[in-house]
């Protein structure tokens, strides 16, 4: 049995649904985890794979990436932001997403390099997302994020804003593991994987939709689920950027 973490938010149930219909599904024992808890999980070596934020790859000793899919986005992805009570050139806090690894540095590498402010970082923070505190913001990722956009004053999409600032994709997370798998079973995850996307619509038909997020917009165009050249090429900027944070 080969073990996989996955991210347990919607923009992963394509995938989840590949690897629950496809022949793969009789050789691995799949958790489904906060993409934190994924990259941890990795990293300690309870799983061989995990579908883990692109920056906790950089925590790793030994690493493969093993597919040609992943969450990006190509510009604005809808689900990671920075949702704030004022100007973003007015904040005085910022608070990190517990959940996230990926984003939580995006924030901070815009911080740097793009909008070049230095707020105060707040990592654990007791009201997370609830601050009435008129100079705070919060990174917030995945499906708490559905339906908020027109309830907070400043919101800025994050895969928007590296756009801008690089004019490139960004990819979220990757499928990794942390030993080397035979080819046989990289050919299998990657067969299910694409069937998982193949059948996007079929799965729309027992989601249950919402009517203050569009959930088929989302996982057909924001989602952009091909880990190509160029994405790999702005990962790899990424990484720079976070080494020199
Ligand atoms: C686009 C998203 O990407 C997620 C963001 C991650 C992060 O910030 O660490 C990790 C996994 C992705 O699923 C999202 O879930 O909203």
């Known amino acids: 049995m080969i073990k996989i973490s996955a991210v347990s938010y919607t923009n992963t149930v394509p995938f989840i649904y590949g690897l629950q219909h496809a022949p793969i599904k009789k050789d691995i024992d799949l958790s489904l985890d906060y993409p934190a808890v994924c990259a941890e999980k990795l990293i300690n070596n309870m799983v061989d794979i995990g579908l883990i934020p692109v920056a906790a790859i950089l ?72 601050s009435t505190h008129p100079k ?38 990757a499928w990794v593991s942390n030993k080397k798998l035979s080819d046989d079973f990289i050919v299998k995850l ?31 165009h924001k989602i952009d689920y091909r880990l190509t050249e160029s994405k790999r090429e702005a990962l790899k900027l990424f990484h720079r950027l976070i080494k020199e944070l």
């Open 136 to 173: 705070t913001a919060f990174v917030q990722i995945g499906d708490r994020t559905f339906g908020q956009v027109n309830k907070h004053s400043f919101v800025y999409d994050l895969a928007a804003e590296w756009k801008n600032f690089t004019g490139l994709e960004f990819v979220f997370a």
């Open 190 to 220: 990657n067969d299910a994987l694409k069937f998982g996307l193949a059948n996007r619509l079929k799965i729309f038909e027992n989601m249950e939709m919402r009517s203050d997020f569009d959930l088929v917009d989302y996982l057909m």
């Open 59 to 130: 925590d790793l000793p030994e690493y493969h990436i093993i597919s040609d899919y992943c969450i990006g986005a190509n510009g604005a992805v809808n689900s990671v932001f920075i949702f704030s009570n004022c100007a973003l050139k007015d904040i005085k806090y910022l608070q990190l997403d517990p959940q996230s690894k990926s984003s939580n540095n995006l924030a901070l590498v815009l911080l740097k390099n793009y909008w070049k402010l230095e707020p105060e970082l707040v990592y654990k923070a007791k009201e997370y997302g609830r």
